[in-house]
């Protein structure tokens, strides 16, 4: 792996305007986890510290807390105790070794700490949208054997769960029984605060349990969108059940947006706008009876180390996807005090189309059972 981090260090130093490239993720200084992504992208290291990367050198500062995990989670790189005031350090290396200009994200950096280090170090800062988010678009066969591998541990805790949910349940006990799931089958991290969205709830795109207090009802259509993470690499799937036997209506709506799945994926492929793709899942739904309820985000985004990735596929998307892009495609309808249905598939592009990865049956409303569960003796 080692080659595949240099290869990666080597490639975003030809995109930057600057003789480095800092990247600053340390949560006594700014919100935590704030550029953590890059960090372990480019490194491999997964604590917290800062980076100094130059063609000659990449400097790797982190304090007594991940010393250790340091030297074994990237022994290539050299390695700075910077224990006390991580500026000072990182100002009096770049000083020493000559910087004069150093690239940093914009976003994902605080402009305090551009600015000590444009003070300290007396050094041009020079200001990039987020060029290692760039470099992240197309995905290796590594990287998405690990979404593969998060995938099946996140379709594998539905099958587990969907038995176990009766009309009675509340909508915070099914997430929290799903999280359980996800973390005996291995998913590094839990998700707790997932989407589990019941009758009138399930038209809030991104609902929460703890934002109310229901229990499911027979009749309610439930949403449930989650997450799995493997190898830091994360899943992001959405399906939509009906608790009972389905009106003929939550049919009508749960086809429209299958449909609106199958042309967004029919018209993913490298090269083409990703508004185009969001256009094409749009148009199903504009020509339904449901049209006035139909998303309004984007039909997809990329996934990876992020839930949210680029490309983000909307109007606003002119740019071509690039091959090797791993994206989520999710239409949805949600009518206010009725809920919502939404369908979401991930693939992988390629020159000629996509390669589905997510495989959960979608081709038709499953129910569940309506009966509530039998109270305990």
């Known amino acids: 792996m080692a080659n595949v981090y240099a290869e990666r260090r080597r490639r975003l130093l030809e995109r930057i305007d600057g003789e480095a490239f800092l990247v600053f993720d340390l949560d006594r200084t700014m919100p935590a986890g704030i550029d953590h992504v890059s960090l372990s992208y480019l490194t491999g290291f997964r604590g917290e510290g800062a980076l100094v990367l130059s063609a000659d050198a990449t400097l790797l500062f982190t304090d007594s807390r991940y010393l250790e995990q340091a030297e074994r989670e990237a022994p290539d790189l050299t390695l700075l105790h910077a224990e006390n005031d991580y500026l000072d350090d990182i100002a009096r290396e770049i000083r020493a070794r000559g910087i004069r200009r150093l690239a940093y994200a914009d976003w994902r950096t605080t402009g305090y700490v551009a600015g000590e280090l444009r003070r300290r170090a007396g050094i041009e800062l020079v200001a990039k949208h987020d060029p290692v988010t760039t470099l992240r678009l197309s995905k290796d066969e590594a990287e998405i054997a690990h979404i593969e591998r998060a995938i099946g541990i996140a379709e594998e805790a539905l099958l587990r769960l969907l038995p176990k949910i009766k009309a009675g349940l509340w909508e915070k006990e099914i997430a929290f029984q ?42 309610d259509l439930l949403l449930i969108d989650f997450v799995a993470v493997a190898g830091g690499y994360v899943s992001d799937i959405t399906r939509t059940f009906v608790v009972g036997e389905p009106t003929e209506e939550q ?8 449909r609106a799945t199958d042309a967004g994926l029919e018209a993913l492929r490298a090269g083409v706008p990703g508004r185009e793709v969001h256009r094409a899942a749009s148009a199903v739904i504009e020509a339904s009876p449901y049209r006035e309820h139909r998303f309004l985000s984007p039909v997809g985004h990329g996934i990876g180390l992020e839930v949210h990735e680029e490309p983000r596929m909307g109007e606003a998307m002119a740019g071509p996807v690039a091959v090797g892009s791993v994206v989520t495609i999710e239409p949805g309808v949600y009518i206010p005090g009725v809920g919502g249905v939404r369908i979401e598939e991930i693939a992988v592009v390629t020159k000629t189309g996509c390669r589905m990865l997510t495989s ?12 509530p569960p039998a109270p305990v003796p």
Do not use: K
């Open 178 to 219: 799903f999280g359980l799931l996800l973390h005996e089958l291995g998913s590094e991290r839990t998700t707790f605060d997932m989407t589990v969205a019941s009758g009138p709830n399930a038209s809030l795109p991104h609902y929460r349990p703890s934002l109310g207090d229901r229990a499911i009802e027979p009749g």
């Open 360 to 371: 959960f049956p979608r081709n038709e409303l499953i129910s569940l059972p309506a009966e």
């Open 251 to 258: 049919r009508a709506i749960y086809d429209w947006v299958r």
